[in-house]
């Protein structure tokens, strides 16, 4: 098909991280389980992927940012910015207007990412719906493939996660699960002490109880602790509507001697545009001390 690269993934085939590799099948191939189109600009600069996954019901997208000028030879890190509804869902504000907005793939050097899901993202894998697959979906098709295409380091520093609401438990959970892949999130404004899957659209993504244990914050920081110790690696920053979340998760990680960052304030209107990112972003590039 043209105008398309297809790459299927084997289960033998892993990143040292643990990440599914994929080897790319020539054009033309029957069996290719991802299709990822070559990129078109749109309107507002970003270089637009589509994609047809295996893990996900329909077609997304990758959208990409880069820096104005590409040096030769340089790797840039990555900063992934999670989307917090289906589709191009601008209920809560328009994501990639607001990174283009604070220029923060030019102040910080950053090449910007802003995947798309066929449904709500929780960054969960359904236990039986295979067209709900959002975390392999992520791991395994997104990030090989914006370290395929564009001059990213392809380590755990180089791959940052931040969000709000929705995504920015997706910032800690996929972290959280992957600390051998990502090396920073930050979450603002984010449900992270939810213990069961009953609110918020939570249910059809994560499917039963036992699936959503797999992915709770909470007891992931448990799990994970002995694994963030040194320099912060989570960022948590600002509220409007779950200021007692964050409260929460940051008394968990003092408790549990994680480093991390935290701001308690100040409280913002809950959508991408109240002024929280570019705060977020420089303190996920930047801060190395609680």
Same mark, same amino acid.
């Given at each position: 098909m043209s105008g398309w690269l297809r790459f299927g993934f084997a289960s033998g085939m892993l990143l040292s991280a643990g990440m599914a590799l994929g080897a790319e099948e020539p054009a033309g191939s029957a069996h290719a389980a991802v299709q990822v189109s070559e990129a078109k600009p749109d309107e507002q600069g970003f270089l637009v992927h589509t994609v047809r996954s295996e893990y996900q019901s329909g077609p997304t997208q990758i959208?990409? +940012?880069l820096p104005d000028r590409l040096e030769e030879g340089r790797r840039y890190p990555v900063l992934y910015v999670l989307p917090v509804e289906a589709g191009d869902g601008t209920r809560w504000g328009d994501g990639p207007a607001e990174v283009k907005k604070h220029d923060l793939h030019n102040r910080h050097g950053l090449i910007c990412v802003l995947p798309t899901f066929s449904? +709500? @993202?929780w960054y969960a894998d359904h236990p039986t719906d295979p067209g709900i697959r959002q975390e392999s979906h992520f791991l395994r098709v997104v990030v090989p493939a914006v370290e395929r295409r564009y001059p990213a380091i392809a380590e755990p520093e180089g791959r940052l996660l931040l969000g709000f609401s929705k995504s &920015?438990? &997706?910032a800690f959970s996929l972290l959280l699960r992957n600390p051998q892949i990502f090396g920073k999130a930050a979450a603002w404004d984010a449900p992270l002490a939810e %213990?069961? @899957? !009953? /609110? =918020?659209g939570m249910g059809p993504i994560f499917g039963t109880q036992e699936n959503f244990e797999r992915y709770r914050v909470s007891a992931l920081l448990a799990k994970? !602790? %002995?694994a963030l110790g040194g320099k912060p690696r989570l960022v948590l920053t600002g509220y409007d509507? =779950? /200021?007692s979340h964050h409260a929460r998760t940051h008394e968990r990680l003092v408790a549990l001697g994680i480093p991390h960052v935290y701001r308690d304030g100040p409280q913002r209107d809950h959508q991408w545009h109240s002024g929280w990112l570019p705060e977020a972003v420089e303190l996920l590039m930047h801060a190395e001390t609680p």
């Open positions: 959208k990409v +940012l449904h +709500l @993202p &920015g438990w &997706g %213990d069961r @899957p !009953a /609110r =918020f994970q !602790a %002995d509507n =779950f /200021r």
